[in-house]
């Protein structure tokens, strides 16, 4: 709790003073004033944005699934009744939907706060008088902390520089097109990502035990588990493309868009299937201790490869947007590969130097 205080206040500050370059690199120059306008509200409100994870990571950690699951869908809910009431009703507008944001995740923190502080029914302490500041604690959490942290900026860049590479190929049009298509792939890819988070909780218990293959185990379930549903959420945004397009593309100012984001949908959603290989071994690097190795890895398969496969297909071979997105299913379906193959021959070592 200390240190996401501490880091709400930093990133306030980083972001609020940065953005406006920040979505000038993005592509952003025409709409920048909305953008503005959105994102300041946004990161003025970190601290509620931020908490929330945090503290239900503590709930997860006590096996109280309810407890982390609840608010998050709270905050979604709030967002969306306020959402249309801020907009359209008061006429704020953009900011309307940034304060809608903001206050979603704001009164789900609040509840955690009544559950720890009030009701007092958590497992562990929160008293003032339980706790005993030990600086070596704060950096066992910031050296799987820190890496994890990370990798979710790593895709934030990779976002950014995508942006600009569209920019320059095939100007604001793509931007929409990719910005909206993402968002719904995003969406697609968070089946995998659960499964994988929920194997970082097995993994570490697997490790600290000894039991090693249980370790090799819980990670060959976690990417069956999770291929299982990619290819499941793959085959729909296939499926029903169009229709999910509409859902960008209804007026009559953006139905120009809707055949393009239906084409990007139907193209990247395979991007999803790479996506259980590399949360999985990921995830159980994470629940291992070894933050850095999944760092590492994250970075080459999502931000090196992508990159350099997007750039070489839609420049040097001049594929313009479409080379762009074929690269990025390239590099990630290698990067992906690596990663897996990474995480089976580190449990091997493991398991061949336990039994010797």
Known sequence: MILSIILSIILTFVFIFSLEPLLKLMGASSVLGYAMDYGLII????LPLLMPPILGGSFRAEGDVKKATLPMAVAAVIN???????????GWGIKGAAVATVVGPGISLLLMFYWIFVEKDTYLSYSRSDFHNQWSMYKDILVVGIPASLEQLILSALTIFVNYMLTIVSGPIAVAVYTAGWRIVSIGMLPAIGVGTAAISVAGVAYGSHKYENLRVTVRYALKVALIS????CALLMIF???IAFIFAYSDGSSHLMPLIAGFLQLMSMFILYVPFGASAGNVFQGVGKGTISFILTTIREFILVLVFAYILGFVFNM???GIYCGMLIGGAIGSVIAYTAIELYISRLINRYDE
């Not at 969306?80 to 008061?90: A, E, G, R, S």
């Not at 990619?230 to 959420?233: K, Y």
Request: a negative charge; hydrophobic letters at 55%; charged letters at 10%.
């Open 230 to 233: 990619s290819i499941i959420v």
């Open 43 to 46: 990161f003025a409100g970190t």
């Open 241 to 243: 493309s169009e229709q």
């Open 80 to 90: 969306m009744i306020l959402d249309p009431i801020f907009i359209y009703v008061l």
């Open 320 to 322: 313009g947007e479409f």
